[in-house]
């Protein structure tokens, strides 16, 4: 991956039913919405929506649905948010009651669009030099010290059960002796 950067991608926020306050049994549809999709810098979101508004919000606001201090508010029915940094995104409704009942959504953006290069052609190979390798005890050292404490704590494990055979033996063979 060199860094190229897919095209950014367009969302209508709650797809088919829009930006709406939800029904009774289903005020998780904005979350459920949210976590089936990905979202990057340079996306955008679009609120399709009636009689209704969306307001862009700190976090406190968003968990306590307070409608007076957001960051940006929109009620043109079509509201068209680009996601212009990585991190959290918090919108409300500015309708009275409907953020309580579920009308938000928190979103969580991921850097730019990474595409994977496809790989140069036989007949193209890249002009790139040979990176060194690493060092060659580098592996070794580690495999060392990790053989060393296992031989170490099997002769130990072993050294304790002969010595406690050994007790054993000694005491048993002490009762059989007679005067």
């Known amino acids: 991956m060199n860094g190229s ?13 829009g930006w709406q306050q939800p029904s009774t049994n289903n005020t998780e549809v904005y979350s459920l919405w949210a976590t089936s ?14 009689n209704d508004s969306v307001l862009v919000v700190e976090k406190w606001d968003y968990y306590h649905c307070n409608t007076n201090n957001p960051i940006s508010s929109f009620n043109d029915g079509n509201t ?4 212009d940094r990585p991190g959290f995104f918090y ?17 969580r953006v991921m850097g730019l669009h990474q595409r994977a290069d496809s790989p140069p052609s036989i007949a193209n190979p890249p002009d790139v030099g040979y990176a060194p390798g690493p060092h060659p005890s580098s592996g070794l050292v580690v495999t060392v010290t990790l053989s060393s404490v296992f031989v170490a704590l099997i002769v130990t494990i ?11 033996s000694g005491e048993s063979s002490d009762e059989n002796e007679g005067p």
């Open 5 to 17: 950067v897919e095209a950014s991608k367009h969302f209508k926020v709650g797809d088919r039913i």
């Open 37 to 50: 999709k990905r979202f990057h810098v340079g996306d955008s979101l679009s609120f399709e929506y009636q």
């Open 80 to 83: 068209v948010i680009s996601l």
């Open 91 to 107: 919108f409300i409704s500015g309708a009275l009651d409907h953020c309580k009942r579920g009308q938000k959504l928190l979103i």
């Open 158 to 168: 072993v050294t304790l059960v002969l010595k406690e055979q050994g007790r054993d």
